[in-house]
């Protein structure tokens, strides 16, 4: 149960595992409000995340002879931004789970399971279908 941006790690699946935990309406109110106040720190990180990658990928497709040590600072930069929004993905997915009654945190990990036993399968699918 980690929530993460960016299309890195399980984040898109939180909305589905909270709703399988079946949360009373106090418990839904604190994991709005917990959400509600990542909101803003999130969109001032993903614009900064952004201007990293238009930079990075400007300088990668200019005229310009390059090296990788060119690109380093901008790699850098990308680098250290990924890591804050997994950071506070973190953070976020923790006070979410406070919020769990010890049963709740018990269904949430049961579904993740087969949900994680599900993406297995449909990987062997999918690399089956390249044979």
């Known amino acids: 149960m980690m929530m993460t941006y960016g299309g890195e790690g399980p984040g898109p699946l939180l909305p589905l595992i909270l709703h399988q935990a079946?949360?009373?309406?106090?418990?839904?109110?604190?994991?709005?409000?917990?959400?509600?106040a990542d909101r803003e720190q999130l969109r001032s990180l993903f614009a900064q995340l952004e201007s990293a990658n238009q930079q990075l990928s400007g300088k990668l497709f200019a005229s310009q002879d390059l090296k990788l040590a060119d690109l380093m600072p901008e790699i850098d930069r990308a680098s250290a931004l990924r890591r804050q929004l997994m950071e506070q993905g973190v953070k976020t997915t923790l006070a979410v789970r406070a919020v769990l009654t010890t049963e709740q945190l018990a269904r949430v990990t049961e579904?993740?399971?087969?949900?994680?036993?599900?993406?297995?399968?449909?990987?062997?699918l999918m690399h089956g279908a390249d044979r």
């Open 22 to 36: 079946n949360l009373t309406p106090e418990q839904h109110e604190k994991v709005r409000k917990i959400l509600d």
């Open 111 to 124: 579904v993740k399971q087969k949900m994680d036993k599900l993406q297995a399968e449909m990987r062997q």
